[in-house]
């Protein structure tokens, strides 16, 4: 649990806005008491992703149109993600950086909620959008264009090996098209896309289980978001104290870092960011990396006992 809980839960939210000391300080108690208070009133507030998502990122930042992306997660799993060419022969690149990843999960998490390959656009995309933070219009409008051009042209092979499993499929991301609309007609969508069966099949036998609010405030983060789904998925199935060496970190997390020592201090502040919206996480840091413990997972209803044990004490209520 990040200090910030801590505060709220021992003093209440006024009392601990109070003592902060700046501003940053105060941004981060409220969004500490949104996801608690979130995860007390919206147990159903959750987000599906395909695990593989979890542990292999997509790039912070554009790459070349053509250029392949592929990683693999030091554990049996590999990603590569093949850009293919438009009707005019150009490559429209891979999915990148905050939008993408909002993009990606708001596909999958439809398909598994309703578990269906069809999901429904128009305006089911753009509320969800609006709601992560994502502006429908200007910018926004034109950084959401383009990754769903990027992801309606990329072909996705994933491989994963173990000593007992063995898995491998290669498909595009979505069938159909995106439809999306020009500047003079910004809300063109289609009614509805398909994921790809084989992307499909994989989200439903390796689904990894977020906290929808917790998205929201990480949204324009990309590599806060990516160590809290890395959480999201880790934590709650180890057993023992598990450490994570910086070396591991700055090549899963840092490829446009070429120092590891600028990496380390970008991951700290994102690693804070992600325990921000995860209470329940449980991890540290030291001079070698990080040590991760056994943490209940980011969705309610876990979450609400904590919460509840501070609402019996009225001096202590969030406000």
Known sequence: ???????IMNKGLNEALRDAQNGQERANLRVAADILEQSAERPEARSFLHSVLCTIY???????????WQRNNGDGATLMIQPTKNERGQYCGVPYGPTGRLMMIFLQNEAYRNRSRRVELGNTMHAWLRAMGVDNSGKGYKAAREQAMRIERCLVSVSYETETTR???????IRGSFNIGDDLQPDLFSQAIELSESFYNALLQHPAVLFEPAIRHLAGKSLSLDIYVWLAYRLHVLNRPTSVSWRALHRAFGPNY????D?????????QNALLVYPEARVDTNEDGVILHASAPPAPPRSVVSLASARRRPQKRLA
């Open 263 to 271: 990496f380390r201090n970008r991951f700290r502040d994102s690693l």
């Open 1 to 7: 649990m990040a200090i910030e809980h801590e505060l």
């Open 167 to 173: 898995e491998r499929w290669q498909d595009t991301i």
């Open 58 to 68: 997509l790039p912070h930042r554009r790459t070349a149109p053509d250029a392949v």
């Open 258 to 261: 070429a120092r590891e020592r």
